[in-house]
């Protein structure tokens, strides 16, 4: 007896996580384009200057970072937000394989 079986594929589109309502508009410019670039599972953006848009605090993690030492994730946040930290004092960072 043949049997037919078919193969299925799906493509699962990721969509885009919700920004939190207390970000300001700063955080949200910042908080949007690592979410477009980077397609994160957890993500968050916060000044931690007191509020003068010095310093952020970043903590992001994407499966596009699986298999990439962290050193190299740092550069692909860095190279996504590149204008932004010109006028950045510094920039606490914290990125994880998803």
């Known amino acids: ?11 699962v589109r990721r969509l885009n996580l919700a ?12 908080f949007k384009k690592l979410n477009a670039a980077l397609e994160p599972t957890r993500l968050q953006v916060q000044d931690i200057s007191g509020g003068c848009g010095s310093m952020y605090a970043i903590e992001i993690a994407s499966s596009k970072f699986k298999g990439i030492p962290m050193v190299k994730q740092h550069r692909l946040v860095n190279e ?3 204008e ?7 920039v606490r960072l914290t990125t994880k394989a998803d």
Do not use: C
């Open 19 to 30: 920004p939190p309502a207390e970000l300001d508009a700063q955080e949200l410019h910042i």
């Open 1 to 11: 007896m043949l049997r037919l079986y078919r193969s299925f594929s799906t493509t």
């Open 84 to 90: 932004e930290i010109k006028t950045w004092h510094g």
């Open 80 to 82: 996504v937000i590149a």
